[in-house]
Structures are given as C-alpha cells and as structure tokens.
C-alpha cells in the first residue's frame, strides 16, 4: 500500500512538473517570455507580442488567443512570428469578432519541443462603427475602416445592391506589401459593411463589393499613412484650402515618385497609379492579398458610367478625347458646386473647381526647383511635384517635366486643370477627359 502510495505521489509531481515547464516557463527550460500590452485595438484586429530572455534555442514564436482563459497554441487560434530569436517581437492578431472578450497570450517553442507561455492578457475588441460614405478613406496603420456598401445605390443608375443580397468583398490591387492586410465583409444586402484593416505600410489600395455573379457593384480607394496628422493644407491667394500634397501621396519630397500620388480619367471615382519614377515612365507591380499582380486593362472606349464602375481595374481609352459615351460634364460635381457621388477625394474634401486659382501668379512659384515647382506665399511653402499623366491610350507620359492637376469642371470632351512646366504656370488649361491627371483635394466645407 506505501509502495503504490508513493507511486501515485511520483506521477503526480511528474505531471505536474511537465506542466509547469511546458506552458509556464519552468525552472527545466532557461526561457522566460512576456506578454507585451495591446495595441491598435480594432473592433477587429489588435497588435500585441512579447519579449524573450534565456538560454534556450527557439524555432517559434508568436500570439496565441482565444475565448477561454490561458489559451495554448494546441487548443486555441495563434499567429506566429516571421522571425525566430530572442529578444522583443509584435504580431498582429486579425479576423477577430466585433464587441467580444479575448484572451490573448505570447509564447515560444524550443527546439526541445517546450512550448512557454507569457502572462494572459485580457481584451475587448471594439464596436463594428460604419463611417459616413465616401468613395476614399485616409487610414492610418493597422486602422479598421468600416465602409457602408450603401453608397453603391445613391447613383443615377438606381438601386445596386438589393436588401437581401449577398455579396462579397475583394482587395482588386494595392500599390505595395502590407498596405492593406485583410478585407472581409459583414452583413447582407444594402446595409452591409466592407470591413478594411490596413496594414503598416504607406501605399495605396482598392477595395470593391461583389454579388453572387462576381460582379464588381462599387469600389473604393483606400489611402494608407503613417500619421494623419502630418497631412495638412495650405492656403492659395484665393483663400481656398487645399492638401498639402497630391492624393494618394504618400510624401512630399521632390524628384521622389512617391509625392506624385494616383491618376484618375476625368469624372471617374477610381485612381490609376502613376509612373515609379521620373524620368522614364514606368508601371507599378500591383499585388493582391494572394501574393499575385493583378494589372490594369486597357480598352477601346467610349464606355457609359455604369460600365466605369463595373471595371475600375479598366482604363477606357479614346480615339478621341472622352471615355464617357454621353458626355457628361457634372460627375465630380453640380449646378450647385456641390460634391458628387463619383467625387473621389477623401471625407472633407473635394476636387476644387477652377476658381480657387484666382490670383495665382508665377511670382508665387520656385521654378527652379527640381521635381516641380515650390509654392511660396504668405509664409508658406510647398512642392507641386512633377506629376505627368496617361495619355487618352493609357501609356504614361511626360513624368520628368510636367505637372498637371485636374479640376472639377468641364467641357463636352474637355475638361480644365492646372499645369506647370517649363518654368511656366498655366492656371487654367484643357486637356482631353480620357486622359488621366493628379488631384489635389480641396477642403469641403
């Protein structure tokens, strides 16, 4: 009886040793891991990590969470880190459900099969809020946007997306790794939610909604940045504000292609990306969330509205000077110089019209800055970058030397914008609306 006493004792304390090593960093295994705080919180997605210290070899590290207390990596979700080593790490946890409780923890596997654990953290994620609608968001990293697909049916076409439909959301392309890093939908019908986490890379994205046959029924522009507040504006002799840079920037550095920003045929909602340098115009390898190069097409126009929204991957070109079949001349905007559904500047903001020019002189400019023209006025300074355009075919052209930026108003074929070149200003120019030119958003107030 004393034998099999003992013998109880001995796997008793086995076992239980065996525990605390594995899952609590025991006195056997010279590791020691700390659940580093939360950050980032969404109402879907947050950041954590941990930092490392020991002795003993890893080959994985990582987050483990679920709905439960003390989550392990066997019984529960988790996301491993890319890299392997001691020391400080952060991941990000996605796919995580509105207004719920999560537990979350960090942990690390040794080469001697142990896996260690941090300390729990308890977390609630956020509620799923829709921001007002709008055809582009300005988002910051690891951000949550919450877009209502109920914009799809304020158009002149009628009603897009039923009440009870179902549909789908897809990442069409973004301009760089990790700009964006998931896109999923919430919801049925017209009052379902495209739900966008950024990444933690500046860049540019598009997102669209589906329905059952694949087809594209809205999309919108997703502008990434590290710091919303380092975006401002500037004021012009006209008293109009406008951004600071071109949309879709991603800095304001002169001769780098990143001031240049996205592209857009006149009165269409969704951008084209620019040439990658001065110089020599070149496209931008696009990347989906599947690791693949979605690209643009190219094709024979004119087109109607409602097929430009169907394919914003699609650049309509024109023999002649218009993608749009019927001529339109109010898509950006109205009798009333208001903002239109198709406008697609940011929440705040519009495409100016050609008024805001009125005592723009050249004296106001730097033309001897490379990369563009540095604006100077009223303490002031700020660079037009150089932006080029597409050509009505689609080919980039002109990067090196011209700066153009569309307004909102236009002409049966033509439409006005600004250029700058050739140490000239040309406060109000045509061009062909097939062509695709820079934006630079004015406040909407």
């Known amino acids: 009886m004393k034998n099999q006493l003992l013998l109880t004792c001995v796997i008793m304390l086995f076992v239980l040793g065996c525990k605390k090593s594995d899952n609590d960093g025991g006195s056997s ?78 942990y690390a596997k040794t080469k001697s099969g142990k896996t260690v654990y ?88 598009v997102v669209a909604v589906k329905n059952a046959s694949n087809e594209i029924k809205w999309s919108w522009h997703i502008w990434v940045v590290e710091d919303l507040k380092a975006i401002g504006t500037i004021t012009l002799p006209s008293g109009a504000k406008i951004m600071d840079r071109n949309l879709g920037a991603i800095n304001k550095n002169p001769e780098d292609a990143g001031a240049i920003g996205l592209q857009y045929q006149f009165g269409r909602k969704d951008p084209f990306t620019a040439s990658t340098s001065f110089g020599t115009p070149s496209e931008v390898l696009l990347i989906d969330l599947a690791g693949k190069n979605p690209a643009f097409q190219f094709e024979a126009g004119p087109k109607t509205l409602a097929y430009s929204i169907k394919k914003p991957l699609s650049f309509i070109k024109s023999a002649g000077v218009d993608w749009e079949e019927n001529g339109s001349t109010l898509f950006w905007t109205n009798d009333l110089g208001t903002k239109t559904v198709y406008d697609p500047c940011p929440l705040g903001y519009k495409v100016p019209a050609k008024e805001i020019t009125e005592g723009l002189e050249k004296t106001h400019f730097n033309t001897a800055q490379n990369g563009g023209f540095l604006f100077l006025y009223n303490n002031q300074n700020n660079i037009f970058p150089y932006t080029g355009y597409r050509e009505a075919n689609g080919s980039l052209d002109a990067t090196a030397f011209s700066g153009n930026l569309w307004f909102n108003s236009s002409l049966e074929g033509f439409a006005f914008l600004t250029t700058y070149q050739n140490g000239a200003v040309y406060q109000i120019n045509g061009s062909p609306r097939a062509r695709a030119m820079c934006i630079r958003c004015i406040e909407d107030k």
């Open 29 to 106: 295994v010279d590791l020691k891991i700390e659940t580093a705080a939360v950050s980032n919180l969404t109402a879907v997605s947050v950041k954590t990590g941990g930092v490392i210290s020991g002795s003993e070899p890893i080959n994985e590290r990582g987050v483990c969470w679920g709905a439960e207390n003390n989550p392990t990596v066997e019984g529960g979700k988790f996301v491993a880190d890319i890299d392997v080593a001691t020391g400080e790490y952060s991941v990000k946890i996605k796919d995580l459900d509105p207004e719920k409780v999560y537990y979350v923890r960090a």
């Open 118 to 205: 941090g300390k729990t953290l308890e977390i609630a994620t956020k509620t799923l809020t829709a921001l007002a609608e709008s055809n582009s968001y300005l988002t910051v990293f690891d951000d949550a946007l919450v877009i209502p697909v109920s914009r799809a049916n304020k158009t002149s076409l009628g009603t897009q997306i039923s009440s009870t439909e179902t549909l789908t959301a897809e990442l069409l392309w973004m301009d760089n790794y990790d700009v964006i890093d998931d896109v999923k939908i919430v919801g049925t019908g017209a009052s379902a939610k495209v739900v966008v986490s950024a990444g933690n890379v500046n860049g540019n994205a």
